[in-house]
């Protein structure tokens, strides 16, 4: 086994890799694909002047700011710096430098003239980090022990995470509730267990999920991990106008609410839904009566057929057609048959590399059947046995 992945310790938490050298010293080193919320910087190399000094210092999980460096050192991004707080002093990687940070400031309705950012600083040393890495190794126990104080005093309340403060002597406990908690006694005996400051923070399931990250049903990094920094309510009519099964257990995700995907082709679904008629009735033609079966929404596709119980014949009509039979049939008038529009034909099952029907073997099976048979000598096929001398 390479000696260099056994040292190597990746913390995707904090998107960057720590290792130690053969002198015991400890390099810390930022992984861009780690990061939760990353964002991606398509002007590398790019300067602005009036941003020159402001960067993106991310922390644990989703935790980010903006922060100004007026020590007159030179920091680019993937540094470990030191960020000033309330109290005492942090550590952060920076992830972003240069007019990509006032696009940020932007999306986060940052007015950089009026804002007061916290200061960077210097860059992290060698005795930095080692702090840093004691107070990382310290938040697993403290989150379990957490955990069982909260029980022990009968408080209705989940712990999610905790995270250290780069100097160690802060420690910030998120957690889940669905009403109010009174946490002044928990306070209490946290700082008595162990021994720094306590800052208690709120957040939501959705939010949890976030912090803790993993891959959706759709095989992608969860998007409230992935990019979401504000969450918008989303309810069951998301699923009604897309025509979903109303199943908790397909519309929920990993954090147990409504997926946050439910939103995203809404409006495309009730834009399409306005050019579709309401049919409450069945279509009347001079050999019968139509019956809606299904609905194409994005396509305004309507499927009508003569048996209001069977799939078997669908006819396909445009929704802009619909419209026209139904006012036809208001006025009396019925058109002349559904069978004259052409048959709908299901579409074959098609591979993301582009691969035939499903069924293509079937038919190689029966050609290698058909050539399957003893030869004799001189390639003469010998005769298959009768019965009765396979019986013998």
């Known amino acids: 086994m390479d000696t260099d992945n056994e040292i190597k310790k990746f913390d995707c ?7 130690r050298d ?13 990061c939760k919320l990353e964002v991606y910087d398509w002007l590398p190399g790019v300067a602005q002047e009036q941003y020159k000094d402001y960067f993106e210092v991310r922390f644990k999980n989703t935790r980010k700011g903006i922060y100004v460096n007026r020590s007159g050192q030179t920091i680019k991004t993937g540094d470990m710096v030191i960020v000033e707080t309330a109290n005492g002093h942090d550590l952060g990687i ?11 400031m932007s999306c986060r309705k940052i007015d950089p003239q009026t804002t007061e950012f916290k200061r960077i600083y210097r860059k992290a040393k060698m005795f930095d980090l080692e702090k840093w890495q004691e107070a990382i190794a310290r938040e697993h126990e403290t989150m379990i022990r957490a955990r069982q104080i909260a029980e022990e005093l009968g408080l ?6 905790v995270e250290f403060q780069g100097d160690g002597t802060k420690a910030i406990f ?42 959706g049903v759709c095989g992608r990094e969860l998007c409230c991990s992935n990019y979401i920094s504000t969450f918008q309510s989303i309810s069951t009519t998301a699923a009604r106008c897309q025509d979903l099964s109303l199943n908790p257990q397909k519309l929920a995700g990993q954090c147990g609410k409504l997926k946050c995907c439910l939103n995203y082709e809404t409006a495309s679904y009730i834009d ?26 994005l396509k305004e596709t309507m499927y009508f057929s003569y048996d209001p119980n069977s799939f078997a014949n669908l006819f396909a009509l445009p929704a802009a057609d619909v419209k026209d039979i139904i006012r036809m049939n208001r006025n009396g008038e019925k058109p002349e048959s ?3 529009e052409p048959d709908v034909v ?29 030869q004799g000598k001189g390639g003469a096929r010998q005769p298959r046995p009768s019965k009765s001398e396979r019986q013998s």
């Open 13 to 19: 938490s904090r998107g960057c890799t720590v290792e």
């Open 156 to 161: 209705d309340m989940k712990i999610g995470d």
């Open 94 to 104: 920076v992830t972003l430098e240069g007019p990509m940070v006032a696009r940020q």
């Open 272 to 297: 399409a839904q306005s050019r579709i008629p309401k049919v409450t009735a069945p279509l009347e033609f001079q050999d019968g009566q139509a019956f809606l079966m299904k609905t194409d929404i």
């Open 338 to 340: 559904l069978k004259s």
């Open 346 to 374: 299901a579409p074959e099952f098609v591979s993301a590399v582009g691969d035939d029907s499903i069924t293509r073997f079937d038919e190689t099976r029966k050609k290698r059947k058909k050539r399957s048979g003893k």
């Open 174 to 215: 998120y957690y889940i509730a669905d009403g109010r908690v009174d946490f002044r006694q928990l306070i209490k005996v946290f700082a008595d267990e162990f021994r720094i400051r306590i800052e208690m923070k709120q957040i939501g399931a959705r939010q949890e999920a976030g912090l803790i990250g993993g891959l």
């Open 22 to 34: 053969d002198e015991g010293s400890l390099h810390c080193t930022y992984r861009q694909g780690c």
